[in-house]
């Protein structure tokens, strides 16, 4: 049902940088970029994210209690998407592990405080 994502960045280069790296580690790459706005996907096809500057050319703020769950194909994929997240400059809140029955998940903010999740159902 989600077709993308968008976060707020008030330095888009930074956060390209971070994105780059990150969701490479689950077969993401760019497909649209601009001077404004980047986005990732696996496929032009599905659910993408992105980061863009604030279009009121205001500062980009974190919403409070906002947050975007990234699905993972394992609990070992978490692991590894989270441990790349924090060793690019992630903020960790609330390292991986099981969450309820069947949902395990690694929480972290990234270089703007956005707040991100890797997940996996299963």
């Known amino acids: 049902m989600i077709g993308y994502v968008t976060l707020g ?8 940088q971070f994105y780059d790296q ?6 993401a790459s760019r497909f649209m970029d601009t001077d404004h706005f980047i986005a990732w996907a696996i496929s032009p096809d ?3 994210l992105s980061v863009t500057k604030a279009f009121d050319g205001k500062p980009a703020t974190v919403g409070n209690g906002v947050m975007v769950a990234l699905a993972m194909r394992s609990t ?5 998407f ?6 690019l400059g992630a903020k960790d809140e609330g390292a991986p592990g099981p ?9 972290f903010r990234d270089l703007d405080g956005n707040k991100l999740n890797a ?3 299963g």
């Open 99 to 107: 969450r309820g029955k069947g949902f395990y998940a690694g929480y």
């Open 82 to 87: 989270y441990k790349k997240a924090i060793e």
């Open 22 to 27: 990150l969701l490479k580690e689950i077969g």
């Open 9 to 16: 960045t008030n330095d888009l280069e930074r956060a390209a």
């Open 76 to 80: 070992d994929q978490v692991d590894s």
């Open 46 to 48: 599905k659910p993408a």
């Open 119 to 121: 997940f996996y159902l």
